[in-house]
C-alpha cells in the first residue's frame, strides 16, 4: 500500500514493533470482532470487494493510537460511541461520516472528530487508511471539568471536521510518532501516559471547537501548581497502592489542607474523589481489556474497592452502566 510522502513519518509509527498488531485479516467476523474489542461492537459490511484489514494499537493511558485499515468498501454502523471519543485521521483514501446531525467527507486533509453522545455511521473506501486516536470519555470530562474549574451541565460536543495537517494538533502527531518510534518504553510508563493523556486532551479541547470552547475560554486558570501535579502523577503510578490524604500530603510535602485548596481551586474536587475516579477508570479497563480478569470483583478488588455495591453505584454513575454490562461486552467483542 503506497502512501502519500507527508504521512511517511506518521503513518511508520505503529508499524515498528510487531506486537503493536492487533490483527491482520481477510475474515469479516474476526476482523469485525478485533476491531470491536478496542473500540466497540459494530455492524460491519463489505461493498464489493475482498477484505485485507489490518490494525495496530499502543495505549498511553486513557487515551490509544492506533492505525487501521479494511483493503475494502466498508459500511461501518457503531451507533453512538458511548463510553470514548475518537479522532480519525486519513493516511490516504477518504471516508463518509455521518454523526449525529452532522455529516462530511474525511480525507487526508480533513479528520473527523466522533462526539461520543451522537450516533454514528460511516462508510470508508477501499484505500482508506486512518490513524485513530481513542480517548476515554471520563477522562476528557474530568480534563475538561479541570479546565473549567467545575463540571458542566452542557453536553461536550465537538464540530465533526477537522483540518488536522496544520497547528498544534498534527505537532502533538508528529511527537507522539516519533516518540513511539524511538523510545516506545516511555510510553508505557504510568508518569508518562499520564502527561501524554493530558497533553492530547488538552490540546483537543484547545484547538478543537466544541459546544462549550468559550466556558473553556472565558475560564481558563492558571496552572496548577506543583504539588498537585505531584500528587496526580503519583496517584496515576500508585492507584492500586493503599493510599490516604496524609499520604499523598507527604508526597506532596505540603499539609493535608494545602493539599485539599489546592485540588478544590485547580481541578474542582479533591484529591481523594480524583484517586476513586482514576481507580474506576482502571477497573473499566480491565473489565474491557484484560482477558485475565473473569470477574467484577476481581476488577474492583484489584483497584482498592472493598464495599462492591458502593461500588457498583460509582461505577454506574461515572460510565452510565453497570460493570457486569461492560464485562458482557468484552464477551460479546
Not at 468498501?73 to 463510553?83: H, M, N
Not at 494538533?169 to 502527561?195: D, G, K, N, S, V
Not at 501535579?229 to 503510578?237: G, S
Not at 481489556?289 to 461505577?315: C, I, T
Amino acid at each position: 500500500m503506497q502512501l502519500p510522502p507527508a504521512a511517511g513519518p506518521l503513518a511508520s509509527a505503529l508499524l515498528g514493533d510487531p506486537a503493536r498488531c492487533v490483527f491482520a485479516s481477510t475474515d469479516l467476523a474476526e476482523t469485525r470482532a478485533a476491531v470491536g474489542r478496542v473500540f466497540k461492537p459494530h455492524r460491519l459490511e463489505i461493498r464489493g470487494t475482498r477484505l485485507q484489514a489490518r490494525m495496530h494499537h499502543a495505549p498511553l493511558g486513557a487515551v490509544s493510537f492506533n492505525r487501521l485499515a479494511y483493503g475494502a468498501d466498508v459500511t461501518i454502523d457503531p451507533g453512538p460511541l458511548g463510553d470514548f471519543l475518537l479522532v480519525q485521521m486519513p493516511l490516504q483514501g477518504q471516508a463518509e461520516i455521518r454523526c449525529g446531525d452532522q455529516h462530511i467527507v474525511s480525507t487526508p486533509d480533513c479528520a473527523s472528530v466522533l462526539t461520543p453522545s451522537d450516533a454514528l455511521a460511516m462508510r470508508w473506501s477501499a484505500d482508506n487508511d486512518q490513524l485513530i486516536v481513542r480517548i476515554e470519555r471520563s477522562a476528557l470530562e474530568r480534563i475538561c471539568a479541570a479546565h473549567l474549574g467545575r463540571r458542566s451541565e452542557r453536553p461536550l460536543r465537538f464540530a465533526l471536521g477537522m483540518a488536522w495537517r496544520s497547528g498544534a494538533w498534527y505537532e502533538l502527531m508528529r511527537y507522539l510518532a516519533a516518540m513511539l518510534a524511538t523510545a516506545p518504553e516511555t510510553a508505557r510508563h504510568p508518569l508518562t501516559a499520564c502527561q501524554l493523556e493530558q497533553l492530547v486532551i488538552g490540546t483537543l479541547l484547545t484547538s478543537q471547537p466544541h459546544s462549550l470552547s468559550d466556558a473553556v475560554r472565558e475560564h481558563g486558570k492558571p496552572l496548577a501548581p506543583r504539588h498537585v501535579k505531584v500528587v496526580e502523577e503519583y496517584i496515576h503510578a500508585n492507584a492500586a497502592a493503599e493510599l490516604t490524604p496524609a499520604v499523598l500530603a507527604e508526597v506532596a510535602g505540603v499539609s493535608v489542607r494545602s493539599l485539599f485548596a489546592g485540588f478544590r481551586e485547580h481541578r474542582g474536587t479533591g484529591p481523594m474523589a480524583y484517586l476513586r475516579t482514576v481507580r474506576l477508570e482502571r477497573v473499566r479497563h480491565d473489565l474491557l481489556n484484560v482477558a485475565s480478569v473473569s470477574s467484577v470483583s476481581a476488577a474492583a478488588l484489584r483497584w482498592g474497592f472493598a464495599h462492591l455495591g458502593r461500588f457498583s453505584a460509582e461505577y454506574r454513575r461515572a460510565f452510565g452502566e453497570c460493570p457486569a454490562q461492560t464485562l458482557r461486552r468484552r464477551g460479546a467483542g
